[in-house]
């Protein structure tokens, strides 16, 4: 098995705290359809966080893909201080300035993109887009400190501290929303990554800190993460992309398929924070043994079981939410049965992500980032065609469908360049983590 008896207990802990995450997910966007409705003001809301997503996390949010190794590798607490220190600065200084930056942009952007929707309300959208980046910049920054604790065995601290992170917006919603300010739904969204960016961390030691390396540090993840970026932009343009063609599908087309991939998200979520960060860390680990290939083969028959068996735990679970005593739970499972196909349509998206998460983890620690980046593009260009083709075809079950095909397909492409890299006769590996030595002493 891919771990020893003696780590099941931490295993299946881990699973737990992330199955609570997701459930706190669904408690959350079950109190926004209550709360909100379905409606081109929803639509708006979850539009625009789709577009700051995109140019936040397929830049700063990149240092996810390569932060457990990296960090990994860093032995001594002084080392590993000095890095986490000086990433979360860079962090949140270059988020600070990207807001700056392109707030008048996107806010000249938007309208153009959304048109019914951004005309509803153009106050609301410059709000919208000023607490989007406020989340996004405070979001990146718990990533690295995320990674951190996954990389010195804390993986349970970290889904902790999720959980307490994911509360706090759950109750505050649910103490604060006011239909008439759909904006809050953001505010709650900040106040749980402000959350889980302040909580100290105890038993986890960040008071080493060694001065002069910042300059080293911020070069090593820029060529880290150069050619992900690229990665990034095609599979975090997607979800944008699927908004736009959902808008021209009717009113609350974007907030249903929004709120249905996230659903998918959730077994996402599930998988990689309470499994496949673990399993990162582990290939790290291996990367030139010949475990790794073992290790690879198990983690992608075990995330696919626990996909699988999720899905379904999340469709039975949307059935039974409609004989619950609570009005918001009530009222996301009748959406779930108004549109209940797309779930079902979006399997093979959500084995697709999964894998497409495990092989790319994998060219990464063989330091591949190049070769991802080429798949990447051609499987994005097939897709859409194939999403768009669908969606005039079906509406919303056609886009789902598509997404699914794409998923599939850009998962055949990434495995077919694994092995090659994988291949005896494969030449110029690199390890992903630089030597401690260039770390700073």
């Known amino acids: 098995m891919l771990y020893k008896c003696a780590d099941l207990p931490a295993k299946v802990l881990r699973l737990l705290l992330a199955a609570g995450n997701g459930a706190l997910t669904l408690a959350f966007y079950s109190l926004v359809v209550h709360r909100y409705g ?18 936040y996390t397929v830049t700063l949010g990149q ?20 890095a986490y220190w000086n990433l979360t600065a860079g962090v949140v200084i270059g ?17 153009l993109i959304f048109p019914g929707m951004a005309a509803q309300s153009p106050g ?12 996004y910049v405070i979001f990146c920054a718990w990533t690295v400190k995320s990674c951190f604790l996954v990389a010195r065995g804390r993986t349970c601290l970290m889904q902790s501290l999720l959980l307490l992170g994911n509360s706090s917006a759950v109750l505050w919603l649910a103490g604060f929303a006011r239909p008439q300010a759909p904006a809050q739904i953001v505010v709650a969204q900040l106040l749980s990554a402000t959350v889980l960016l302040l909580f100290p961390l105890a038993g986890a030691s960040l008071a080493h800190y060694q001065s002069g390396h910042a300059l080293r540090h911020g070069a090593e993840a820029y060529g880290r993460v150069r050619w992900l970026v690229v990665n990034a932009a095609i599979c975090r343009a997607e979800p944008l992309f699927d ?45 030139r043994a010949s475990r790794f290939r073992s290790l690879l083969r198990e983690g992608t028959a075990e995330a696919l079981a626990l996909t699988a068996a999720l899905l379904a735990a999340t469709a039975a679970g949307l059935v039974g939410l409609r004989w619950l005593p609570l009005p918001a739970f009530r009222s ?90 994988l291949s005896p006769l494969a030449k110029g590996d690199k390890p992903l983590a630089v030597s401690p030595e260039k770390c700073g002493s």
């Open 95 to 111: 988020g600070a300035l990207m807001a700056g930056l392109l707030f008048f942009p996107l806010a000249r952007l938007t309208p």
């Open 243 to 287: 908004s736009v063609i959902a808008a021209y599908i009717g009113s609350g087309a974007v907030t249903v398929f929004y709120l249905f991939q996230r659903l998918v998200g959730f077994t996402h979520a599930v998988v990689q924070n309470g499994y496949l960060l673990p399993l990162s860390q582990r290939l790290a680990e291996h990367a």
């Open 332 to 421: 996301f499972s009748t959406l779930f049965q108004q549109h209940g196909l797309l779930l079902l349509l979006l399997a093979g998206y959500a084995a697709g992500i999964i894998l497409v998460k495990i092989y790319s983890t994998a060219l990464y620690i063989r330091r591949r980032e190049y070769l991802y980046m080429q798949v990447s593009v051609a499987a994005f260009a097939a897709g859409v065609l194939l999403k768009v083709s669908g969606a005039c075809w079906l509406g919303l079950p056609g886009l789902a469908l598509g997404n699914s095909v794409t998923a599939l397909l850009a998962a055949g492409a990434v495995y077919a360049a694994l092995l090659r890299v």
């Open 38 to 55: 379905v409606g081109q003001l929803t639509d708006l809301v979850f539009a625009i966080s789709l577009l700051v997503n995109v140019l």
């Open 124 to 135: 609301l959208l410059r709000q919208l887009l000023w607490l989007n980046c406020a989340y």
């Open 63 to 82: 240092l996810n893909e390569i932060l457990v190794p990296y960090f990994t590798e860093l032995k001594e607490e002084g080392k590993i201080a000095t």
